[in-house]
T-cell receptor
Framework: DTGVSQNPRHKITKRGQNVTFRCDPI?????LYWYRQTLGQGPEFLTY????????KSRLLSDRFSAERPKGSFSTLEIQRTEQGDSAMYLC????????????FGPGTRLTVT | EDQVTQSPEALRLQEGESSSLNCSYT??????LFWYRQDPGKGPEFLFT???AGEEKEKERLKATLTKKESFLHITAPKPEDSATYLC???????????FGKGTKLSVKP
């Protein structure tokens, strides 16, 4: 299967700890996106990369959040000093840069902050 | 402000009972409208992209249509396996990200 993969699938952490998630996009896709989804809501955009360049960041992305995509391949999303409000599903998606622009999502990482 | 509104929030159908889900949007400079299906605990699964008013796309029992202000997802003779949350999203010409609605949770009873 060559879809988007995310690790870990589940993460439970204590408030104040740092966590890091990884996303591996579809291999030929040069665009990578991070979204956050809470119960009963649609995904909310966090940030977006084209190759290794971070092109857009949402106002939702506080200073405690940082994302990287070294070498334009996989990406990591780090949350520092986690808060209970950070509990959510973190979704990664990838797309090609062509005219179709469909974003294909991974299975997500479920974060629970206790 | 850019907004995507889906209705109804939840829909219960009997197997074989056709219906439609609505997605209305207020966005300046629409690049495309997207429909996704999401099963509990999983990531959204891409269904359709619509780019211009009047466009229609079909896949099995699903048909998506687009006007200048809204999109409909028509479900013909649904089966229990069609039960899921259906998400609508729009993309603006000036941005790379998608703006999602809250979704419609569809339940199809046998």
């Amino acid at each position: 299967d060559t879809g988007v993969s995310q690790n870990p699938r589940h993460k439970i952490t204590k408030r104040g700890q740092n966590v890091t998630f990884r996303c591996d996009p579809i291999s030929e896709h040069n665009r990578l996106y991070w979204y956050r989804q809470t119960l009963g809501q649609g995904p909310e955009f966090l940030t977006y990369f084209q190759n290794e360049a971070q092109l857009e960041k949402s106002r939702l992305l506080s200073d405690r959040f940082s994302a990287e995509r070294p070498k334009g391949s996989f990406s990591t999303l780090e949350i520092q000093r986690t808060e209970q409000g950070d509990s959510a599903m973190y979704l990664c998606a990838s797309s090609s840069g062509g005219p179709m622009y469909e974003q294909y999502f991974g299975p997500g990482t479920r974060l629970t902050v206790t | 402000e850019d907004q995507v509104t889906q209705s109804p929030e939840a829909l219960r159908l009997q197997e074989g009972e056709s219906s439609s889900l609505n997605c209305s949007y207020t966005v300046s400079g629409l690049r495309g409208l997207f429909w996704y299906r999401q099963d509990p605990g999983k990531g959204p699964e891409f269904l359709f992209t619509l780019y211009s008013a009047g466009e229609e796309k079909e896949k099995e029992r699903l048909k998506a249509t687009l006007t200048k202000k809204e999109s409909f997802l028509h479900i013909t003779a649904p089966k229990p396996e069609d039960s899921a949350t259906y998400l609508c999203a729009v993309r603006k010409r000036s941005q790379g990200n998608l703006i999602f609605g809250k979704g419609t949770k569809l339940s199809v009873k046998p």
